[in-house]
């Protein structure tokens, strides 16, 4: 048995010491505290037969971003007269067994929504109540609680953003200032015979050298979070005038938003730090923006998606999803491969996918383009499909706003104007005529004329050789006509919606297997689909 009484504060996300309510009350009152985090085999182990490299569930990019974050927290604890304690297994038996191990009286972590967490959280929580501990387990990921928000509105999630906001109002935290610093915290009791290690290495995870060609520029932890924080609010004007959907989205080496976003994933910056900050900066200017478009509407997007995330039963999936309309998407895999892989044979697409690879983070208008592409754009692939992929390669990666945003572009769900279509040609050139941002990504286009980077199948075979890209070989063709398919997948989309109406989202597997054979069965269309299969266009 350890030395004593103690606590011990499970880190999962929450990766920071300021504005951590969870840390702040383990560390009250106590002779030891425990900084736990628990690696999750299943999460972080290599998976040999994945795309890209990574685990089954992350890609490198946000392990690494994840291993980074928890370096930064134990140095900030050891800063504090304190460490991160690492542990290996799965995170319900770990903890039980350190519970008992170090003789603890109270737990503290901070509350989760996601399924995943909701599970895993009632069984430790169920084990540490039998064993008469404590449980302290706080909601502060988000500005709201969103509990509290699906209460008000008498047990369903708003479904509408006004709603959310109208039914949010203030945050009750918001008048009065976060805790930001702390001075120091308690001794790691002893240890016991649990395995502890230091916060492993990559390498030491089982990956061997990096591949150069995933490797993020943002680098993970709560320093860096705050300091990408200040120097996004030094400039008041940019904050006080950001407007989205404006902003460039091809714009790579200073991107339009603030890249905060994997930051908040993990909880390595607080939202609520954020959000005062910005408070800060409206009270300094004569005028702002307002939600939805300016930055604290982008942080009331964020808990909107929690709010119906959480309220939805099967909110990750078109089949048993209330909020979900049922649309018979296809599941050619093939025609999802060329999408992840980037091998589309549209360069604004493909180097899309490309940033996503490389670097787990792309602006929120490349991610609709690429989403509305895969959809009900053209390929008409189901949406679930594109949000994996999305889910495990993204830096930021994040359950609630991931899935609620791919039932908004697929217009599955929150958005149903399905005739409004990106194209994946003229939207890129808008804000990038040149096509600097295609170059960067794919560099097999980076000396095609700017008059055809957009579309390198239009280019004369003696442009394509002089630009030493020939397509059909050095790059691919397009995989499907944008023309024809984009039209096709209104015609689709028009039969589903008029299918849902129909069916007052009632539907069963039967009449899902009726519209699909219908939609299969239009001879026009299945000759098309011959073609498009047998010989790419251009
Ligand atoms: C198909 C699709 C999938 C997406 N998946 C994710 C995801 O897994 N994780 C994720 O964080 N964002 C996701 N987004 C939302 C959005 O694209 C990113 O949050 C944003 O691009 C992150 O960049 P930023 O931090 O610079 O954003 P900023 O514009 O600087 O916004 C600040 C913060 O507000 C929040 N925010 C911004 N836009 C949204 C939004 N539309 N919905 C919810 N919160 C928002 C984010 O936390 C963001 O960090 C997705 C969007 C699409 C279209």
Redesign the pocket.
């Known amino acids: 048995m350890a030395s004593g009484s103690g606590s011990l504060m499970w880190f999962r996300k929450g990766l920071r010491i300021h504005d951590n309510p969870a840390l702040e009350y383990a560390a009250k009152g106590t002779r030891f505290l425990y900084p736990v985090f628990v690696i999750d085999p299943h999460y972080m182990e290599p998976d040999p037969n994945a795309f890209s490299p990574g685990s089954p569930r992350a890609g490198l990019n946000r392990i690494r971003f994840l291993l980074e974050s928890l370096v930064d927290l134990d140095l900030s604890l050891k800063k504090l007269g304190s460490r991160l304690l690492v542990l290996k297994g799965e995170p319900s038996e770990v903890l039980i067994r350190c519970l008992k191990e170090w003789d603890i009286t109270k737990l503290c972590f901070e509350y989760d929504t996601e399924p995943y967490y909701q599970a895993l959280d009632l069984k430790v929580k169920t084990g540490a109540s039998t064993a008469g501990i404590e449980v302290f387990s706080p909601v502060s990921h988000t500005l709201f609680n969103p509990a509290d928000i699906i209460h008000k509105n008498g047990g369903r999630p708003p479904l509408s953003y006004q709603s959310f906001v109208k039914l949010a109002g203030q945050p009750s935290w918001a008048s009065s200032p976060l805790s930001i610093t702390l001075s120091s915290l308690p001794h790691v009791g002893d240890v016991g015979s649990c395995e502890i290690s230091e916060v492993p290495t990559i390498e030491e995870l089982g990956y061997g050298e990096s591949p150069q060609d995933c490797f993020s520029p943002f680098r993970g932890g709560e320093s860096e979070a705050l300091k990408r924080l200040r120097e996004s609010i030094a400039d008041k004007v940019w904050v006080a005038t950001f407007e ?1 959907p404006k902003g460039n989205p091809s714009a790579f080496l200073k ?1 339009a ?5 994997p930051y ?2 993990f909880g390595c910056l607080s ?1 609520r730090y954020f959000y005062q900050c910005l408070q800060d900066v409206y009270r300094n200017v004569k005028r702002h923006t307002s939600p939805p478009v300016s ?1 604290v509407g ?2 009331l ?2 808990d909107f ?1 929690y709010t119906v995330a959480l309220g939805t039963p099967n909110f990750d999936q078109m089949r048993g999803n209330r909020i979900c309309k049922q649309i018979p998407w296809n599941d050619n895999d093939e025609l999802l491969a060329t999408w992840r892989e980037a091998r589309t044979g549209y360069p604004w697409i493909d180097a899309i996918m490309v940033q996503l690879c490389k670097w787990g ?4 208008l490349a ?2 383009s690429v ?1 509305c592409f895969l959809t009900r754009g053209d390929l008409f692939v189901h949406w679930e499909k ?1 949000r994996d992929v ?2 495990r390669l ?1 830096i ?3 359950w609630a ?2 899935n ?3 039932l ?2 697929s217009c599955s769900s929150f958005f149903y104007q399905y005739n409004r279509i990106y194209s994946p040609i003229s939207f890129g050139k808008k804000y990038d005529p040149n096509g600097d941002y295609i170059r960067h990504f794919l560099p097999v286009l980076k000396d095609m004329p700017k008059e055809y980077i957009y579309e390198p199948w239009t280019a004369p075979l003696s442009v394509q050789t002089k630009a030493k890209c020939i397509i059909g070989r050095d790059y691919p063709k397009p995989v499907v006509p944008h023309d024809s398919e984009s039209k096709e997948c209104r015609r689709k989309m028009a039969e589903a919606y008029t299918l849902n109406q129909k069916l007052k989202g009632v539907v069963s597997e039967e009449d899902l297997k009726n519209s699909r054979r219908k939609l299969e069965e239009h001879p026009e269309q299945e000759a098309k689909t011959k073609r498009i299969r047998q010989k790419p266009v251009g």
């Open positions: 989205k991107p938003t603030t890249v905060l976003s908040l994933k939202s930055l982008q942080l997007w964020r998606f983070w792309m602006h929120h991610r609709h989403a594109g999305f889910e993204l930021d990666s994040d706003i991931n609620g945003n791919w908004w572009l």
